[in-house]
């Protein structure tokens, strides 16, 4: 049973604030570039090919007169015919899932934004895409335009399962926002065909990349179908389970019968897809990140929905580890660019750091599926850390570029260049050739209302702070104004209805005062929320800490020993050459003076900065020197990390010595 769920949707409508100008952002800016992107039309970004792959596995199997593929064209106001001469598959084995995410981005979209035209985009992108349906229900452009005998005979790499699940989370998001059910009828078809094969017809295997399961949970929910549950469920168990023959590893078993492969995945290493034991025996958060915490999500999920305590249990240590011991201060997970994967405890790099922007992401979900079993302040905290910083950071303020890896220090000349650090780039460049992160900023921005608020048993749940309106399925309505994460005042307006009202308190709140209708009060605050009886008529105000403040990491992060770092509220700030006379390499801090409110950046979109007292070292020009370099007293200045890398090329640095 879950303890509290995640509200849908519609039920938030935000308004003028922090979030709703990111949404727009996302409407106005990251939709629309996305969509040329997807269609091979943006000046600049590398060749994607992704609607292409549609149209051409939808000729290889109705033919190019195909109505849909001729109705596609001519809306693209191109010449039918034309767009057919480029026949193959162009792309990674998974370019279908930019497609999806876009999708879904545009469907959270539509729900609080609603435009006639981008409906219109999406419906002609989703007519393509089920028209690229094969009869059977399967569903992936790679191996239908490439080789359909090959389909599902490399669930390692061939991430047929994860564009599946990317489409159904696609579909379940459109449905909600505009009620049109054309991918909704296409996934639950997909989801039958994958069912038949791996259920009813007892094929062997699970998905190298986890997604379809925490998908196939929502498509559960949206259409009650019970195969999806029984699908997802299944996957869920049988990972990591001993099979026969090949040392028990499955996927060693699938690469002994075949002599293909997509890229040399090494199908030894039962790290990297999280399948070196059964799920409900994992502790530690292992191997690729993104997979991990997609993986953590569905089983949070599952164990909420079936009430599985084993499961739950799980949850609970492989989170423990992800929190405690790694992740970065940013949120960031995944600290080796080798495999985009987890470490070892404590292993937190700063200028190597890998930090995948969906790794962020998924950190999130897996937040708000463990919020769902129950309503423990410390993974709302973690969620609020990810969004406001990693994710945040992932995209260009403009919305036109973005961060695939988030490294906590940036030195150009080094970063992106020095073997060791290839991975981290000083600037966001404009799209990727593997362009998963992109839209998974896009939908998770646009999806914000549905992390921040939750709701059971008659008790509004405000995990995060999100200005507009909430429609509780209880009858509460709710009103919040608040310039978080900026502001420091968050004020709930109870409009309609009643209940119970449980508002979060950020552990780096250490100074919280809350008043109902102007009266100050304590209430119990129980796992990290306040829980409040509200009726209609009432003004809950909390006024958070608005405190700058240094950080200090555990000694075991060897990189961070002898530093700290500056966070106020739920913004972790960075020191950038832009505002430090070029070189942040030779600052360090006093930590022992107060941090004071900045200038405004126009450029960084007037945002607060920090000043911090500090240093600056002199060193002699040769490399090594036995004289004692001088240092002199300077004015620091820090910016929020998720503005960092807007003004051109140059140092930053999150931790600095003191
Ligand atoms: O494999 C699909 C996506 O591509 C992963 O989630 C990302 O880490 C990137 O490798
Ligand atoms: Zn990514």
Request: aromatic share 12%; net charge negative.
């Amino acid at each position: 049973m879950k303890a509290q769920r995640q509200i849908t949707i519609k039920q938030y409508k935000p308004s003028e604030g922090f979030i709703s100008r990111y949404q727009k952002l996302i409407k106005d800016v990251v939709i629309p570039y996305q969509y040329d992107v997807l269609c091979d039309k943006a000046e600049g970004a590398e060749k994607s090919h992704v609607v292409q792959n549609f149209i051409n596995a939808a000729a290889a199997l109705h033919g190019e007169d195909h109505a849909a593929i001729q109705k596609y064209l001519s809306s693209r106001e191109q010449k039918p015919g034309d767009a057919i001469t480029d026949s193959g598959f162009y792309g990674m084995v998974f370019q279908d899932s930019d497609a999806a995410k876009w999708i879904e981005a545009v469907g959270y979209t539509l729900a609080v934004f609603p435009d006639k035209k981008l409906e219109e985009t999406a419906d002609s992108l989703i007519d393509i895409i089920a028209a690229a349906q094969d009869e059977d229900g399967y569903l992936n452009t790679y191996f239908t335009i490439k080789d359909r005998d090959k389909r599902w005979t490399n669930l390692l790499e061939g991430h047929e399962l994860y564009c599946s699940g990317h489409f159904m989370e696609a579909a379940v998001a459109y449905y909600n926002a505009t009620g049109k059910d054309k991918l909704l009828k296409v996934m639950l078809k997909n989801a039958e065909h994958i069912y038949r094969h791996f259920v009813t017809e007892k094929y062997e295997g699970y998905p190298g990349h986890p997604e379809v399961e925490l998908a196939l949970l929502k498509l559960y929910r949206a259409t009650g179908e019970k195969h999806c549950l029984e699908l997802a469920e299944h996957f869920i168990n049988v990972r990591g389970v001993p099979v026969e023959g090949a040392d028990g590893n499955f996927y060693k078993k699938e690469a002994e019968q075949r002599d293909w492969t997509v890229w040399g995945n090494n199908a030894d290493d039962r790290y990297y897809q999280q399948s070196f034991a059964p799920v409900r025996e994992q502790s530690d958060a292992v191997g690729h990140s993104v997979r991990a915490v997609y993986l953590y999500t569905a089983m949070a999920d599952l164990a909420a929905e079936t009430d599985d305590a084993e499961l739950l249990n799980a949850c609970k240590r492989l989170w423990e580890s992800i929190a405690d011991r790694r992740m970065y201060i940013t949120g960031g997970i995944g600290s080796t660019g080798i495999g985009e994967a987890f470490t070892v405890d404590y292993d937190l790099p700063n200028d190597t750091a890998y930090a995948e922007t969906c790794a962020s992401c998924g950190l999130m979900f897996f937040a708000s599926r463990m919020l769902e079993n129950y309503p423990d302040g410390k993974y709302a905290d973690v969620m609020e850390r990810a969004f406001y910083n990693t994710v945040l950071a992932g995209m260009q303020l403009d919305g036109k570029r973005f961060f695939y890896v988030n490294p906590l220090e940036v030195i150009p000349g080094i970063s992106g260049i020095a073997a060791t650090h290839w991975h981290d780039k000083s600037q966001r460049p404009e799209w990727f050739a593997c362009a998963c992160c992109p839209p998974n900023v896009a939908r998770t921005v646009a999806a914000f209302g549905t992390y921040a608020y939750g709701e059971g048993d008659g008790t509004a749940y405000c995990h995060l702070y999100a200005a507009g309106e909430v429609d509780f399925s209880f009858g509460l309505k709710l009103l919040c104004e608040t310039d978080f994460p900026h502001g420091f005042t968050v004020r709930y307006t109870v409009s309609e209805g009643g209940g119970v009202l449980a508002v979060r308190i950020p552990d780096w709140s250490e100074r919280t005062e809350i008043s109902v209708n102007g009266e100050k009060i304590s209430p119990e605050i129980k796992s990290g929320y306040a829980y409040i009886g509200v009726e209609a008529g009432d003004v809950i105000e909390l006024i958070l800490d608005d405190r700058a403040r240094f950080v200090y990491s555990n000694t075991k992060a060897a990189e961070n020993t002898g530093c700290a770092a500056v966070q106020r509220g739920a913004l972790v700030y960075c020191f950038e050459g832009a505002d430090n006379g070029g070189d942040v390499l030779s600052l360090s801090l006093d930590d022992g003076a107060e941090i004071t409110a900045g200038e405004t950046v126009p450029e960084l979109g007037g945002v607060e900065t920090l000043k911090v007292k500090g240093y600056r070292t002199v060193s002699e020009d040769g490399l090594y020197s036995f004289k004692k370099p001088e240092r002199i007293p300077e004015a620091l200045m820090a910016v929020p990390y998720y503005t960092w890398g807007n003004r051109g090329e140059n140092q930053m640095r999150v931790w600095l010595p003191c």
